[in-house]
């Protein structure tokens, strides 16, 4: 059963990243030149280290967006599942390496998430950009509620098992579903998920292969669906993959000596700098076309 947990782990991220590079070939003639190198360096790098931390990338990458304006709005969320396909997969095969973890318990959990991502996926793709940026806002709100209440212990901190099983294991499955569908409104799911397996009493160790490999298979799924509506950034994709394999491997040595605690104040801090911006382009769009209606 292990041997077909990594197998699955590298095929899907591999056959989602060969089409986004069968995409490139495609259209790379009619492709603008990639502009802020310097600058998609520092946040694919930056958001795939904190992520190989268990703190998550989207958060990250939403942040430099609004800040330095790199991706489209309407190609950001293709391109942050899309960019993640390859970091993801380094950090699940590594965590499966490192960690003993019951394979049924990955592989009903990891379905479960693979589920939700795959739908939610081809539904998100179909939204405008003023739905995206209200539903991001209120994902934004959720997860930071989450980290909030997980910092000062209103939320299950760790438990102790290394594998769910009978009725759990259900409410594990069904629950997964709902936390696939995050990372294609643009919400990572690194830290929801954490707290849901502490919730269902397994030990922090056991949550990162599950964790980890939910992701690199629910991110590939989610890309592909808008690798196959067209709405990825195909250049911005590819350089922040390459960046952010390398944040995989510079953050790996400090995963025994990192302080996680402070690194989750970090994504707190991120998460509401992103909601407050992401509100502010909603209202400011807002007000665009109330204008235009008047006019």
């Known amino acids: ?60 990458v939403v942040a430099c967006n609004k800040s330095w304006g790199l991706i489209d709005d309407k190609k950001l969320l293709g391109t942050m599942n899309g960019h993640s396909v390859l970091p993801a997969m380094i950090q699940s095969v590594l965590f499966l390496q490192l960690v003993a973890i019951d394979p049924l318990t990955v592989i009903v959990l990891v379905g479960g998430a693979c589920l939700g991502g795959f739908s939610a996926g081809f539904f998100v793709s179909k939204l405008d950009k003023q739905t995206i940026r ?25 438990g102790e098992q ?71 950034a195909i250049l911005e994709t590819l350089f922040l993959a390459a960046c952010g394999i390398l944040g995989v491997f510079v953050a790996v040595p400090f995963l025994v000596s990192v302080q996680i605690r402070t690194l989750r104040w ?12 992401i509100w502010k382009s909603y209202q400011k769009e807002r007000e665009k076309q109330v204008d235009a209606r008047c006019e």
């Not at 209200?134 to 209103?154: K, R």
């Not at 990372?183 to 919730?199: H, S, W």
């Not at 970090?266 to 911006?277: D, K």
Request: proline content about 4%; overall charge positive; some cysteine.
């Open 266 to 277: 970090l994504l707190f801090a991120i998460v509401v700098y992103n909601t407050f911006m």
């Open 1 to 60: 059963m292990n041997a077909i947990v990594r197998l699955t782990v590298c095929f899907v991220p591999l056959f989602v990243f060969l089409r986004i590079l069968l995409l490139y070939w495609r259209e790379r003639r009619s492709l603008p030149k990639l502009k802020n190198h310097l600058k998609l360096f520092f946040t694919g790098f930056f958001a795939n280290a904190l992520d190989t931390l268990g703190v998550g990338s989207f958060a990250v």
């Open 134 to 158: 209200l539903v991001m806002c209120i994902g934004f709100m959720g997860v930071a509620e989450e980290v909030f209440g997980h910092q000062i212990g209103l939320t299950p901190l760790e």
């Open 162 to 232: 290394q594998s769910i099983k009978g009725s759990s294991l259900f409410f594990g499955f069904v629950a997964m579903c709902v936390m696939g569908m995050l990372p294609a409104i643009g919400i990572g799911f690194y830290v929801p998920v954490q707290i849901l397996l502490f919730f269902l009493g397994l030990a922090p160790l056991a949550a990162f292969p599950i964790m980890t490999t939910a992701g690199a298979i629910v991110q590939s799924s989610t890309a592909y669906s808008f690798v196959i509506k067209r709405e990825i």
